[in-house]
């Protein structure tokens, strides 16, 4: 069993940045795939970005290539998520996931394939 705790949203204005952690526990998250998730008022939950174990590897959602930036530090275990040039669009709760196995891949967890822990959610408002 794992469980992941987001920090670190909050309000922002449109070109600013933010920096989301989400910090697991029970569980090392060193030999997993790790992903964002978000949920904006009224929408359905959409993928962000995923990692692999030694974040060599990456993918992201095209509404954020180029701006967002996925990274983890496995002796804290802890993943992040930099936000940068950010849109009215990106207000939504962000969500950090991990997968039940090692094998996932990140286009795997791109694809809501694995997915069994989540966390809380952080909010993140981006004003005009």
């Known amino acids: 069993q794992v469980k992941l705790l987001e920090s670190g949203g909050g309000s922002v204005q449109t070109g600013g940045s933010l920096r989301l952690s989400c910090a697991a526990s029970?569980?090392?998250?060193?030999?997993?795939?790790m992903g964002w998730f978000r949920q904006a008022p009224g929408k359905e939950r959409e993928f962000v970005a995923a990692?692999?174990?030694?974040?060599?590897?990456?993918c992201y959602a095209d509404s954020v290539k180029g701006r967002f930036t996925i990274s983890r530090d496995n002796t804290k275990n802890t993943v992040y998520l930099q936000m940068d040039s950010v849109k009215p669009a990106d207000t939504a709760v962000y969500y950090c996931?991990?997968?039940?196995?090692?094998?996932?891949?990140?286009?795997?967890?791109?694809?809501?394939?694995?997915?069994?822990?989540w966390g809380q959610g952080t909010l993140v408002t981006v004003s005009s």
């Open positions: 996931a991990a997968p039940t196995t090692p094998v996932a891949a990140p286009e795997d967890v791109a694809g809501g394939y694995y997915l069994e822990f």
């Open positions: 990692i692999n174990l030694n974040g060599d590897s990456t």
């Open positions: 029970g569980r090392s998250i060193s030999i997993y795939t």
